[in-house]
Every structure is written in C-alpha cells, then in structure tokens.
C-alpha cells in the first residue's frame, strides 16, 4: 500500500508529498516516519518547531501524525508516544 508523507507547518501551510511510500502496512510507515525523523535530528538544524508530518493512505484521512519538535519515545510495541491517532491501531 502507498502511504504520503505530507509536511504542515505551524500555520497550516502544507508540503505535499506527490510520489507517496510503498509500505507493508500502517506498522512500516509508522517505522520509516521514526527512523527518518531521527535521522533528519541527526544532522539538520533547521528549526522545525510546530511541524509536523500527516500519513495518509491515498487521498483519505490522517493516518497518524508526527511532530518534529516532538519526543519520539519508542514503547517497543509500534507506537510512539509523538504519534496521533496511530497508537492501538494498524
């Protein structure tokens, strides 16, 4: 399934992602948005504060959201304590 990762800034404006992500499922995207949100902390100062990537599924709703000035606290279960509506579902 294709999952797109849309960028949204602190007042609305919004990056869209045109290509999407193949994924397994909701679990493999919710994996691939941790690792490269970590990765980008990693190496890039920009400042990201109130942004936030919306998943989705197609043109649907929101899959989960995380924010990139957000912890991204593993639980070792999928979920992440910086994701939305993501957490107990997939």
């Known amino acids: 399934m294709r999952y797109y990762f849309h960028l949204v800034g602190p007042r609305g404006e919004v990056i869209p992602d045109h290509e999407g992500t193949e994924v397994t ?3 493999d995207a919710r994996a691939q948005v941790l690792e490269a949100v970590a990765e980008y902390r990693r190496g890039d100062t920009t400042d990201v ?12 709703s ?7 000035d957000g912890p991204l606290l593993g639980t070792g279960d999928g979920c992440d304590a910086s994701v939305g509506d993501a957490c107990g579902s997939g």
Do not use: K, S, Y
Request: no cysteine.
């Open 62 to 68: 929101v899959a989960f959201t995380v924010a990139l």
């Open 49 to 60: 504060r109130g942004w936030r990537l919306e998943v989705r599924q197609g043109p649907g």
């Open 25 to 27: 499922d909701l679990a």
